[in-house]
């Protein structure tokens, strides 16, 4: 897989080194929450606002980007935010800072506070700093080539050290027959979501077409259209139900795939949702830092009672909340659209 940056990540490539100048630690904090706010998001709406005073950033969760229809329970707005606090710690790492994060659930949509303490012996140079820059969310089939299981022993091995708590599990799928019965379970979720009139018209305001001046939206490309196809995309998803075809597609994607990754736990709290989100990032980006690509698909999980079935598959009673596939894929990817920091910054 390769991957082109757009000009936010380039910008932030050729200037990495411009944190070392920075004297204040206000002034460092904002330089790192440009890696938090290139973190994945459900329909690429970018849900996190954050306010940096002195040595403590806190996240708050937009209530004007909930989706209501493709997210009524709320799971993926936290998620998406907990992937955006990953980014920010491990970046921190990098540059030799260490975040605590503290959860929080208040009426006023504050979702964590995390304070920063200069760390230097700490500082990470092995790090995954660089892969949040080149991370894209693939979508397509993977070409046959497997991922070796010493590697996701590794994988294993991070989540046990870093994020085992909660009684969050992540499940390894790898045997072909249970791999197609989550491509199927995705296909008939597709089927169910795209029935439904009002997720379809809140799904068409997300789809953006190349051309585009927006900063945030599924963007053409990153599903696979030419230009003048996605132009048309937006529209199309609104007046028909393409379920049927998106199925497939979905279908076709998932059942290649060498690696399913679900993650389940048995609650359905914010706090566990934000650190389901951090672990799904992690190893998100240790399967990018070696060039494997990841795809996240949820209607698995999402629609009706599809989720029983996932839990037949996996022997457990805890609930699944996050699926992503992971493989080779033989294609080049450009990363999507972000909104500048300053207008996810709180005063
Ligand atoms: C919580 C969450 C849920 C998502 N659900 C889906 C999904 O069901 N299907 C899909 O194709 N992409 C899904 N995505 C991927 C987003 O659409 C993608 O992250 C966003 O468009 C930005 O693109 P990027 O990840 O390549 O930067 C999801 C992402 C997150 C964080």
């Known amino acids: 897989m390769k991957v082109n940056l757009d000009k ?28 938090a706010i290139l973190a994945p998001s459900t329909h690429n709406t970018q849900p996190w606002l954050f306010k940096v005073t002195d040595n403590s950033c806190l996240v708050f969760l937009n209530p004007k980007l909930k989706l209501k229809y493709a997210d009524a329970k709320n799971r993926d707005i936290y998620i998406s935010i907990g992937c955006a606090i990953e980014n920010l710690l491990i970046a921190a790492q990098y540059y030799g800072l260490e975040g605590k994060v503290t959860y929080k659930d208040s009426e006023d949509n504050l979702v964590a506070t995390i304070s920063f303490s200069e760390n230097i012996e700490k500082r990470e140079l092995e790090s995954l700093e660089k892969t949040i820059l080149y991370r894209v969310n693939s979508r397509g089939p993977f070409t046959d080539e497997k991922i070796p299981d010493i590697f996701l ?3 294993n091995q991070i989540f046990l050290e870093n994020h085992a708590e909660n009684d969050i599990q992540v499940h390894f799928i790898k045997e072909k027959n249970d791999v197609k ?83 389940t736990a048995p609650d359905l709290k914010t706090e566990t949702w934000l650190k389901i989100g951090r672990l799904v990032e992690r190893l998100t980006l240790e399967l990018q830092k070696e060039n494997f690509s990841t795809s996240i698909y949820l209607a698995s999980v999402e629609m009706g009672d599809l989720y029983k079935e996932i839990q037949n598959i996996l022997k457990t009673s805890s609930l699944p909340q996050f699926v992503f596939a992971s493989g080779f894929m033989d294609k080049t990817f450009k990363t999507t659209p972000r909104h500048e920091l300053e207008e996810k910054l709180l005063n």
């Open 153 to 155: 022993e590794h994988l």
């Open 8 to 35: 936010m990540r380039l910008k932030l490539e050729t200037e990495a080194n411009l944190f070392f100048e920075l004297e204040k630690i206000e002034d460092k904090i904002k330089f790192l929450l440009r890696f």
């Open 181 to 263: 019965k989550i491509a199927e379970l995705t296909q008939l979720g597709m089927k169910i979501a795209h029935s439904n009139k009002d997720f379809r018209q809140e799904m068409s305001r997300w789809i953006v077409n190349n051309y585009t001046r927006r900063r945030d939206g599924m963007i053409g490309y990153s599903m696979n259209m030419p230009g003048p196809i996605s132009l048309l995309v937006s529209k199309v998803v609104r007046f028909f139900n393409m379920g049927k075809i998106m199925g497939k597609l979905n279908y076709m994607s998932v059942s290649s795939a060498p690696l399913i990754c679900v993650f």
